[in-house]
C-alpha cells in the first residue's frame, strides 16, 4: 500500500520546496527554483518535456502559495498560426482542466498548456495536484505527436499526387 503525502489539516499553502518534492515523486528532473517580480518559480523537465511553475498569493517567510500555474509549450514549427490555433481549440473543445494556447515567436508556432491550481477553502496541496499534471502533460504531448502525424501523412499525400 502506497502511503499518501498530505499535509496537515489546515494546510492551503504550499511552497516551492514542497511542490519540487511531489514533483520528484513522479518523475520530474532539472528541477530549480528563482524568482520573478518576488514570486516562486520552478522550472524542471517532466516526461522529457520542459516546464514551469509560477507560485502566487503567497505569503510568510516561507514563501508559502495558495495557486499555481503550470505551463509548458511544444514548438511546432513546421503549423501555421491557424493551424496551430487549431490544435490549440481542439485540445479546449474537450473540456479538460487544462487550457491550450498558440502564440507565434520569432522562429515559428508554438503551442502551449497552462493549468491553474488554487488552494482555497478545504483543498490541501499533495499528490492529486501534481497527478493532474503529469495526466494533462501525457494528454497534450500525445496530442501534439498525432498533431504532427497528421500533418506529415498530409504532406506524404501532397508529395505523392504530384
Not at 530549480?32 to 498569493?57: M, N, R, W, Y
Not at 499555481?68 to 496551430?84: D, G, K, N, P
Request: glycine fraction near 6%; aromatic fraction near 10%.
Amino acid at each position: 500500500m502506497a502511503a499518501a503525502f498530505v499535509f496537515p489539516a489546515n494546510a492551503e499553502l504550499v511552497t516551492a520546496g514542497q511542490l519540487r518534492g511531489e514533483l520528484a515523486k513522479y518523475g520530474a528532473e532539472a528541477m530549480e527554483i528563482s524568482h520573478e517580480d518576488g514570486k516562486p518559480v520552478l522550472t524542471g523537465d517532466l516526461l522529457g518535456q520542459a516546464f514551469d511553475v509560477s507560485l502566487s498569493d503567497c505569503e510568510g517567510p516561507q514563501n508559502a502559495c495558495r495557486s499555481l500555474r503550470y505551463e509548458s509549450c511544444q514548438e511546432m514549427v513546421e503549423f501555421s498560426r491557424i493551424e496551430a490555433l487549431e490544435i490549440a481549440n481542439t485540445h479546449n473543445a474537450a473540456f479538460r482542466n487544462a487550457t491550450a494556447f498558440a502564440e507565434e515567436k520569432w522562429f515559428g508556432q508554438v503551442i502551449c498548456l497552462r493549468l491553474q491550481q488554487d488552494f482555497r477553502g478545504e483543498r490541501e496541496f499533495g499528490q492529486r495536484q501534481v497527478f493532474e499534471w503529469q495526466i494533462e502533460l501525457e494528454d497534450f504531448l500525445q496530442e501534439m505527436d498525432d498533431a504532427r502525424a497528421v500533418k506529415q501523412a498530409a504532406n506524404s499525400l501532397d508529395n505523392s499526387a504530384d
